[in-house]
């Protein structure tokens, strides 16, 4: 495919694709992106790319064919949504290929700069928001990246590479496909918030799923995890490395094998000491003003990761109660009319939908729907009978959730739309009819039937209630 020497083919024209691209560019590095569509659009940024000196190439499917030949020495980079497992990368890797994802790059490029890498299958983007919030109000410089925001490779560019001096932490969300991908990456802390079936399309099992995750924290010099959430509850004691433990409620609550390095009693949050003796009276439980239990996890897990880094109680308080909320994740829009409207779009399977019908007071109407994910819908169903008066579906997965519903027993109002936008007007007219002062759009869906992704969807939800 080329003659170069040492070439790295980055295969992909998406976000992550170009970021590492424009990342081997700047390092003089010889690098080649190619893509298996040719659209106009994607003509349009091979084009903004190739006067940048990056050779881009479309309609190339990812095939062995396609590839050859590929110089001794030659890397190929894909990006998450590319199956690790994928029967090309398969082969390539037998034929002494390397292959890798797309957070490698950055990863090495950043070596100056220590990462605090995030994952977990609910809760992983608010904890990356606030410890960047924190560590920043704290006046370090702590961007964020990986799987939310910036790329990773775009962020080492911008933040790494053309900057005066390097960042003092790297806040990274990691995707389960990142870390799969990615096995060298080693974070200075690693946090891993929760563990509930999710992806088992593309892992399997959920022995795999899992086992990925805790890869991550493995290679972690200090481990953060959650001891509220039960998977990770139940494997405490096959942990031989020391973990940092959190809960959100009373450490006497915890069995014996676990002993937290945070917990919350009396309103406090409390930190052990080092002597073991009396514990540190840290800061105000309630200095996060958004709703729910899993909220008060997720503070917890931000202040063990800003503890590393050395901020007080005090610092860590007045930067909690600032947090202005994370888009797309029970992101408070407007009151219109006495309706409080949510966006939940960044939940995309039941689990996190269910944390989101938990955390607001009922009754209210739910809007749910969009591509549907492999997982037990029995604990959102039940959510959703205690706390939804009714429940508007639209998307690709509307008939799949109608008899989800009427087996679960739900028992209020049920709607059909093929969209948002008559979904929205729709929950506008029901809830003042049945007393709700919330809607709240949380899908437990992915968004690709309709969207490129939950943020597309979030945005356009935003619109269409902003436009009441």
């Given at each position: 495919?080329?003659?170069?020497?040492?070439?790295?083919?980055?295969?992909?024209?998406?976000?992550?694709?170009?970021g590492?691209?424009r990342?081997?560019?700047?390092?003089?590095?010889?690098?080649?992106?190619?893509?298996?569509?040719?659209?106009?659009?994607?003509q349009?940024?091979?084009?903004?790319?190739?006067?940048?000196?990056?050779?881009?190439?479309?309609?190339?499917?990812?095939?062995?064919?396609?590839?050859?030949?590929?110089?001794?020495?030659?890397?190929?980079?894909?990006?998450?949504?590319?199956?690790?497992?994928?029967?090309?990368?398969?082969?390539?890797?037998?034929?002494?290929?390397?292959?890798?994802?797309?957070?490698?790059?950055a990863?090495?490029?950043?070596?100056?700069?220590?990462?605090?890498?995030i994952?977990?299958?609910?809760g992983?983007?608010?904890?990356?928001?606030l410890v960047?919030?924190?560590?920043?109000?704290?006046?370090?410089?702590?961007?964020?990246g990986?799987?939310?925001?910036?790329?990773?490779?775009?962020?080492?560019?911008?933040?790494?590479?053309?900057?005066?001096?390097?960042?003092?932490?790297?806040?990274?969300?990691?995707?389960?496909?990142?870390?799969?991908?990615?096995?060298?990456?080693?974070?200075?802390?690693?946090?891993?918030?929760?563990?509930?079936?999710?992806?088992?399309?593309?892992?399997?099992?959920?022995?795999?799923?899992?086992?990925?995750?805790?890869?991550?924290?493995?290679?972690?010099?200090?481990?953060?995890?959650?001891?509220?959430d039960?998977?990770?509850?139940a494997?405490?004691?096959?942990?031989?490395?020391?973990?940092?433990?959190?809960t959100?409620?009373?450490?006497?609550?915890?069995?014996?094998?676990?002993?937290?390095?945070?917990?919350?009693?009396?309103?406090?949050?409390?930190?052990?000491?080092?002597?073991?003796?009396l514990?540190?009276?840290?800061?105000?439980?309630?200095?996060l003003?958004?709703?729910?239990?899993?909220?008060?996890?997720n503070?917890?897990?931000?202040?063990?990761?800003?503890?590393?880094?050395?901020?007080?109680?005090?610092?860590?308080?007045?930067?909690?109660?600032?947090?202005?909320?994370?888009?797309?994740?029970?992101?408070?829009?407007?009151?219109?009319?006495?309706?409080?409207w949510?966006?939940?779009?960044?939940?995309?399977?039941?689990?996190?939908?269910?944390?989101?019908?938990?955390?607001?007071?009922?009754?209210?109407?739910?809007?749910?729907?969009?591509?549907?994910?492999?997982?037990?819908?029995?604990?959102?169903?039940?959510?959703?009978?205690?706390?939804?008066?009714?429940?508007?579906?639209?998307?690709?997965?509307?008939?799949?959730?109608?008899?989800?519903?009427?087996?679960?027993?739900?028992?209020?109002?049920?709607?059909?739309c093929?969209?948002?936008?008559?979904?929205?007007?729709?929950?506008?007219?029901?809830?003042?009819?049945?007393?709700?002062?919330?809607?709240?759009?949380?899908?437990?869906?992915?968004?690709?039937?309709?969207?490129?992704?939950?943020?597309?969807?979030?945005?356009?939800?935003?619109?269409?209630?902003?436009?009441?």
């Amino acid at each position: 495919m080329s003659d170069s020497a040492q070439l790295t083919i980055v295969v992909g024209l998406a976000r992550s694709g170009i970021g590492v691209a424009r990342l081997l560019r700047a390092q003089n590095r010889p690098v080649q992106l190619i893509e298996s569509n040719n659209t106009p659009e994607l003509q349009v940024r091979a084009e903004a790319l190739r006067a940048e000196g990056i050779d881009v190439r479309l309609g190339v499917p990812l095939t062995l064919e396609a590839l050859d030949p590929l110089p001794a020495g030659s890397t190929v980079v894909v990006s998450p949504g590319i199956r690790w497992d994928h029967p090309t990368l398969k082969a390539l890797r037998e034929r002494g290929i390397t292959v890798q994802g797309d957070l490698l790059p950055a990863w090495q490029a950043s070596s100056a700069t220590p990462w605090i890498g995030i994952t977990g299958t609910n809760g992983k983007t608010t904890v990356t928001h606030l410890v960047s919030h924190v560590l920043e109000q704290a006046g370090l410089n702590a961007p964020m990246g990986g799987n939310v925001g910036f790329s990773g490779a775009e962020l080492v560019l911008e933040r790494c590479l053309q900057a005066p001096q390097p960042p003092d932490w790297l806040v990274m969300e990691m995707s389960s496909y990142q870390i799969e991908a990615n096995p060298q990456i080693a974070p200075a802390v690693g946090i891993w918030t929760t563990l509930t079936p999710d992806h088992l399309e593309r892992h399997g099992t959920l022995d795999a799923y899992r086992a990925i995750k805790r890869s991550l924290l493995e290679r972690s010099a200090v481990r953060i995890l959650n001891a509220d959430d039960p998977d990770l509850r139940a494997h405490a004691g096959t942990w031989i490395q020391p973990v940092q433990w959190i809960t959100a409620g009373p450490r006497g609550a915890l069995p014996p094998e676990i002993e937290p390095l945070l917990w919350i009693e009396d309103g406090r949050v409390w930190q052990r000491s080092e002597s073991r003796e009396l514990p540190i009276d840290l800061m105000e439980a309630d200095c996060l003003a958004m709703p729910g239990d899993h909220n008060r996890q997720n503070l917890l897990m931000a202040a063990a990761a800003c503890l590393r880094a050395g901020l007080s109680g005090a610092q860590m308080e007045k930067a909690f109660g600032a947090f202005p909320g994370v888009p797309h994740r029970l992101e408070r829009i407007r009151q219109h009319g006495g309706i409080h409207w949510f966006n939940d779009s960044k939940a995309t399977n039941y689990d996190a939908a269910e944390v989101a019908l938990k955390a607001l007071k009922g009754p209210l109407v739910a809007l749910a729907g969009g591509q549907s994910k492999i997982g037990d819908a029995s604990a959102w169903v039940a959510a959703l009978k205690a706390k939804a008066a009714a429940v508007v579906l639209f998307g690709a997965a509307a008939d799949e959730f109608t008899t989800l519903l009427s087996g679960g027993g739900y028992g209020g109002d049920v709607h059909r739309c093929e969209g948002l936008a008559d979904a929205v007007p729709l929950a506008a007219e029901l809830a003042p009819k049945l007393g709700c002062e919330v809607v709240l759009l949380s899908p437990a869906c992915a968004s690709f039937d309709q969207y490129s992704d939950f943020e597309a969807r979030g945005d356009h939800f935003r619109q269409l209630v902003l436009a009441l």
